[in-house]
């Protein structure tokens, strides 16, 4: 039984994984908490102190957002319309709960010149999600990217290819300020978006769905002026290259569908039950519990005694 404890963030991302595996298998049968562990060469209880100390829920729980329903469900109660996000230009800022992040968008004229005369630094990270592929220029964060195991080298190629004439070196302290507070969603982090003018306005729309929220791909599109471009809409949120930080994640079809994710449906479903519940989670200790709000009404009566 692998009951050591992880201080690698990635392991615990690898074991979701198997999970959503597991889950999937033919038959769809929901599994124990004894049967996943065991499934999974592990004791119940090791079982339940890794669930709970990455997703902040029981793995019981937790496993309902691994369900491909939970898609559907997000759609129907926590769809962002984005009517509240205002105007995007070319440069902007957004709150995250605890993290700002500023971002200013590469000129046309810079986007044609396909990133020459760059100088573009990168590194690679643990994270809850997997390995990860961090890139900077000096005005910000520009690329956050997830490899699978012994994949890092096909990783690197797709990120080099989006701005081919750009100098990259590999230095990871430029890079890792931004992310450290991208994955901790607390102090300031910013972003360099380069892309198409087209492009950049769906990546500043998606920084504005909430997390533990989703969206969807035509509602994007009317926020952008492009109602009828949900196949260009998909393109532009599948030409993301700073995955979680820019929520390309929270996209899903009209239907409730996943669609897609350049780094996986099962990275992207991993995600959103994360987000999912962690908001949860905030959400019912914000809410006093019945025995809170009695001791809450005996203690005014208390005090109103005593006043009169």
């Known amino acids: ?16 994984a198997r999970a959503i595996a597991l889950i999937d298998a033919p038959g769809g049968t929901q599994l124990s908490l004894d049967q996943l562990a065991q ?8 079982f339940q102190r890794l669930f709970s100390q990455w997703a902040g829920v029981s793995p019981k729980r937790y496993q309902q957002y691994l369900t491909l329903d939970h898609a559907r469900h997000l759609l129907a109660a926590r769809v962002s319309t984005l009517e509240a996000a205002g105007e995007l230009g070319l440069s902007g800022q957004a709150r995250l709960h605890d993290l700002f992040v500023r971002w200013e968008a590469m000129t046309p004229g810079e986007y044609a010149r396909q990133g020459a005369g760059l100088e573009i630094s990168y590194g690679w990270f643990d994270t809850a999600f997997g390995l990860a592929l961090g890139m900077a220029t000096p005005r910000g964060l520009c690329a956050l990217a997830f490899a699978e195991p012994g994949q890092q080298g096909a ?6 290819t989006r701005w081919p004439k750009a100098d990259y070196h590999e230095n990871p302290a430029p890079v890792a300020c931004h992310i450290r507070a991208a994955l901790a969603q607390s102090g300031e982090v910013g972003l360099h978006l ?30 952008v002026g492009k109602p009828r ?8 949120v599948g030409r993301n290259p700073i995955g979680f930080l820019i929520p390309c ?48 009404i005996k203690g005014q009566i208390k005090g109103q005694i005593k006043g009169t």
């Open 1 to 16: 039984m692998d009951d050591l404890p992880h201080s690698d963030p990635g392991y615990h991302y690898r074991v979701i």
């Open 39 to 46: 499934a999974m060469g592990m004791s119940a209880a090791h």
């Open 155 to 160: 990783t690197l190629a797709d990120m080099r």
């Open 194 to 223: 380069m892309g198409t003018p087209f492009q950049i306005k769906v990546w500043e729309a998606l920084l504005h769905v909430p997390s533990g929220h989703v969206t969807s791909y035509s509602a994007i599109g009317q926020h």
């Open 229 to 236: 471009a949900a196949r260009a809409v998909g393109s532009a």
């Open 249 to 296: 994640h929270r996209c899903l079809r009209n239907a409730g569908g996943l669609g897609g994710y350049h780094w996986g449906l099962t990275r992207k479903r991993a995600m959103l039950a994360w987000e999912g519940a962690r908001l949860d989670a905030s959400l019912e200790q914000a809410i006093p519990s019945e025995g809170q709000i009695k001791g809450q």
